[in-house]
């Protein structure tokens, strides 16, 4: 299976303005489309709790949550918890092939800290908001190698795609 992460972000690296609230007001209306649109690609969407107030229609979507009750809300979602690798191998199990990963800094972090994530699409908005929580709000070290860009708009949204670098470690004579 391969997990893409979709994130808008700041100049400055803020993604969220506090746990509730991401960047949104900030962000382009070609940021939007752009995130609708490559979501609507994937199999599912994956999203946190707070990403949830989303629905992204055509793709089944899944959502995290520590809330045993919302298993059965009826809302046509799937509510999933645990683990990453845990999640990741149910999503895997349910035959899904490509899963957007459309969570905020936490749920993002989750993943990434378990290498699950293949590729990232990071929308960076041209404005700076100082402060909030940063694309990564802890000390994790990846790699990455930049596949592509596209200019969004005049006002110059960028979205920067990168693919996950394999390193070969290199034996010790």
């Known amino acids: 299976m391969k997990m893409i992460l979709y994130m808008a972000l700041s100049i400055d690296g ?17 940021d939007h489309d752009f995130f609708i649109g490559e979501s609507k ?3 599912a969407a994956l999203m946190g709790k707070n990403t949830a107030s ?4 055509g793709v089944p979507n899944v959502i995290l949550t520590h ?3 919302l298993q059965n809300s009826g809302d046509g979602r ?28 936490f749920t993002n972090a989750q ?26 709000n802890e ?10 860009t596209k200019i969004l708009n005049k006002k110059g949204s960028l979205v920067l795609h990168y693919k996950k670098t394999c390193e070969k470690k290199q034996n010790s004579l």
Do not use: N
């Open 139 to 148: 000390a994790l070290e990846s790699r990455w190698t930049l596949a592509d």
């Open 78 to 105: 799937l509510y999933l918890w645990g683990d990453p690798k845990e999640i990741y191998s149910e999503l895997e199990r349910r035959g899904f092939k490509k899963v957007a990963l459309l969570g905020g800094p």
């Open 14 to 30: 803020i993604a969220a303005l506090d746990s509730r609230t991401g960047i949104e007001r900030y962000g382009s209306r070609e």
């Open 67 to 69: 809330d045993s009750k």
């Open 41 to 43: 690609k994937c199999d």
């Open 111 to 136: 993943f990434l800290r378990q290498g699950l994530v293949d590729e990232m699409f990071l929308t960076v908005e041209p404005v700076t908001i100082g402060q909030g929580l940063h694309f990564l």
């Open 54 to 57: 989303f629905k992204i229609s």
